[in-house]
């Protein structure tokens, strides 16, 4: 390792990389700083399976970084190291590193004391939800072809359904049999969960740039318990706001854990929920009647995109996520979809929430 941070414009002392358990995708290390008071680095090894095109990848991220770290200077920000991540470029000026093996690896500057957490009170998610609005504002005349689909069609549900119409053709693990019902459930809210993309082919949903991870601990906050900065960009790409908005609460407006094996812990928690849309609907000043009226329905859609991708990977053979025991992409799919179902229960509440706030 390194061999690798050498490759990088590191300009202090740094002492060994100690990796980090966060995500279910890259591999991530801190690589602190030898001396008091210098910077700390973020070493990740992109997983490059998944993203097939790291240049067009690491682009995306600086230009998004950029983009808003001018922003911020704009409106005379301070300490905006630490509210927008930076890339560190290769000696070469590239930024990321290619092994002879063929691993790509990637370095930002770490943003020190800043804790991630899994569960927010109802007033860190109403910070968060202004966090989320104002980083999709402050990315709202970014233009699209600017960016590229750092995973092709990644929120797309017409195109994960005909991934997992593929898994169920080749069954190559053999598990489609025992799990009949959970194929019922997916197949009976088909044509409604595509509603979306039918509105965006008939020009009455329009696309922004999203970030498409928009989990819980996909944000730092300080001791406080105050937003510092949006982090994960591998998935900021052109898609609706439903998908921010939806997997925010897929992650974080839900009693139990994404992969929760007892399901009874499993409900929809609407004081996060309201919390977080207040916060969001205040900064997001760009969303048009349409986009608002289906942000409930956005909830239902990352939570039911969920299932069809973690049972499309549990008929594959756990071939995408990383896994820590053998049924754990079962376990998820059965977790996501009982979500779901909460989710339509309260429907009517969440609907009435976005009317009155
Ligand atoms: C993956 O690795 P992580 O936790 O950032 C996935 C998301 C899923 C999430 C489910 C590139 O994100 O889309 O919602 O797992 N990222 C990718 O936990 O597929
Ligand atoms: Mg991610």
Known sequence: MKNILSQFAILNEVGEPKPLKIGIINDSFIVPAKHAGEKSYFLQRINHHIFQNVEGLQQNIQKVTTHIRH??????????????????PTKEGKLYYKTPEGDYWRVYVLIENAISQEKLTPASAELTGEAFGRFQ???????????????????????????????????????????????????????????????????????????????????????????????DLDTVMPGFVLSD???????????????????????????????????YLREATFLTDIEKSLLPYGCKLLSYMQTVRFFTDWLNGDTYYKIQYPEHNLVRTRAQLRLLEEQEKVEEQMKSIIARL
Not at 71 to 88: F, H, Q, W, Y
Request: hydrophobic content about 40%; proline content about 3%; charged content about 35%.
């Open 71 to 88: 922003k911020l200077e704009a409106m005379g920000e301070t300490d905006i190291e630490r509210k927008v991540l930076e890339l560190v």
């Open 245 to 279: 908005f939806g997997d925010f609460m897929r992650s974080a407006a839900n009693t139990g854990q994404e992969d929760d094996k007892d399901l009874d812990n499993i409900h929809v928690d609407l004081e996060i929920f309201e919390a977080y849309t207040r916060g």
């Open 137 to 231: 504002c402050q990315l709202a005349d970014l233009p699209f072809d600017e960016l590229c689909e750092s995973i092709p069609n990644f929120h797309n549900i017409e195109f994960r359904l005909w991934q997992l119409d593929e898994a169920l053709k080749a069954d190559v693990a053999g598990r489609k049999a025992a799990c009949a019902d959970i194929i019922a459930e997916i197949d009976k809210r088909r044509e409604d969960m595509c509603m979306a993309e039918r509105l965006f082919r008939e020009g009455k949903l329009p696309k922004h740039i999203n970030h498409c991870d928009t989990k819980v601990n996909n944000i730092l906050f300080d001791e406080e318990g105050k937003p510092i900065c949006i982090v």
